[in-house]
């Protein structure tokens, strides 16, 4: 089995790894375009007997929150294979490989992203919002995502939509709409989630379900 080079999280200004760890060996057991499931024997900070642990290795994401002018989010429902269910969830998207994660590129990553699969785009006079990132399931995976409040948006003109995404339908729901989904479990995926929390917690939105 050989060392993997692929799908390595990168470092960066806007993410960066902590002092005192020392991967001594890494070994790939399956790669393919979307992951890499490999096993590393780490040294952590507070431990210099290397450990070995299973680590699936996945691009980086972003997360979206678009609202529009009147305060409502555009939500898509999207049929998940994994879970076997089609779940409303704010859209999102990979960052290629060869796109170097500064916030310039990132953000070119949101816009279209935005258009694919919501159909929408920024307003004249809109803006991203950074609202930082987050680690989908740091026990698992490398797997991070930086999530933008996309404030204003409007119907765009054009719609690229990228074909076999299995989005079924684009829809705006009001915050009230929203808090009372992830009261009842209808919002259900991490994206979601951690956007909805970021946004309450930096006071864009106040999740009250009523």
Not at 20 to 40: I, M, P, Y
Not at 91 to 101: K, L, V
Not at 174 to 202: G, H, K, P
Request: charged fraction near 25%; proline fraction near 5%.
């Amino acid at each position: 089995m050989a060392k993997s080079t692929a799908l390595k999280m990168r470092f960066t200004n806007l993410l960066r790894e902590e002092k005192g760890w020392l991967t001594r060996s890494t070994t790939t057991h399956f790669a393919d375009k979307h992951l890499a499931v490999l096993t590393e024997l780490v040294q952590t900070p507070t431990n210099s007997e290397p450990r070995p642990w299973t680590t699936v290795r996945r691009k980086a994401a972003v997360v979206i929150a678009p609202q529009t002018a009147d305060g409502k989010f555009v939500l898509i429902k999207e049929e998940r294979v994994p879970i076997r269910a089609a779940i409303w969830s704010m859209p999102a998207g990979q960052i290629d490989d060869n796109i170097e994660p500064n916030e310039k590129e990132i953000e070119s990553v949101v816009v279209r992203e935005l258009n694919e699969e919501t159909g929408y785009q920024l307003a004249p006079g809109g803006e991203l919002i950074p609202l930082g990132y987050f680690f989908t399931s740091p026990g698992l995976t490398d797997e991070h995502c930086y999530l933008f409040l996309a404030r204003f948006v409007q119907v765009a003109a054009v719609h690229q939509r990228e074909e076999g995404e299995g989005i079924l339908e684009s829809r705006a729901f009001t915050v009230a709409e929203l808090s009372q989904m992830i009261a009842a479990n209808e919002i259900r995926d991490s994206n979601t989630l951690s956007i909805c929390a970021r946004m309450a917690a930096r006071g864009f939105i106040s999740l009250d379900a009523g």
